[in-house]
């Protein structure tokens, strides 16, 4: 199966400061996503980008499918944008990284 | 209402037993999915469903049954629950080729 690998394994962030997260996999893909896992558990999707950029509030997030590689942008992060942070890729089926722990200190 | 929901939320068995999670949605989607998290880990996927007369193992499908009830219903059963089955599981749908949507997650406890 396609192997996701997500950079760095965790990440810990003073308020208000940006960050990048990495996605690199395997194979080609036909889908892409971020999601964030909140502290109670809960995933919500960020992004669906098989490629190019999106912007959502203070998140984007650029996918270059021929080179295989996804990052997730944070800018000016705040104490709610703690959790971790998965990507997954879609052949016919969602592979997951093991994901981006990301704290942000008050 | 959520569009996908999950039954129970929590459950707490012993082992040997019999336990069904239970999934619903409302998104009208073909594709359900039902993934297993361990702590520190992403979700991997134990059985995928294309449509209501299509059912597929995912890559941990061992210790594990489906039912696809109808389009919107997909329950996943332990036949006999073992103590290395304790973690979160999450059902999803999807159209095709389409962001997967999660439930809330049902935290299972084997004892």
């Known amino acids: 199966g396609i192997q996701v690998e997500q950079s760095p394994p965790d990440l810990i962030l003073q308020e208000g400061a940006n960050s990048t997260l990495r996605c690199n996999f395997s194979d080609s893909v036909n889908n892409l996503q971020w999601f964030h896992q909140n502290p109670w558990g809960q995933l919500i999707n960020l992004f669906y980008i098989p490629s190019g950029t999106k912007q959502n509030g203070r998140l984007s997030a650029t996918t270059v499918a021929t080179e295989r590689y996804s990052l997730l942008y944070i800018s000016s992060s705040q104490t709610t944008d703690s959790g971790v942070y998965f990507c997954a890729v879609d052949d016919y089926k969602l592979s997951f990284g093991a994901g981006t722990t990301v704290t942000v200190r008050a | 209402d959520a569009d996908v929901t999950q039954t129970p939320r929590n459950r707490i068995t012993k082992t040997g037993k019999r336990i069904m999670l239970e999934c619903s949605q409302t998104?009208?989607?073909?594709?359900m999915y039902w993934y297993r998290q361990d702590p520190g880990l992403g979700l991997r996927l134990i059985y995928y469903s294309f449509d209501v007369k299509d059912i597929n193992k995912g890559e941990i499908s061992d210790g594990y049954s489906v039912s696809r009830q109808a389009q919107a219903k997909f329950s996943l059963s332990l036949e006999s629950a073992i103590p290395n089955q304790t973690a979160l599981y999450f059902c999803?749908?999807?159209?095709?080729?389409?962001?997967?949507?999660f439930g809330p997650g049902t935290r299972l406890l084997v004892l």
């Open positions: 999803a749908t999807s159209g095709t080729q389409e962001t997967q949507y």
């Open positions: 998104k009208g989607h073909d594709r």
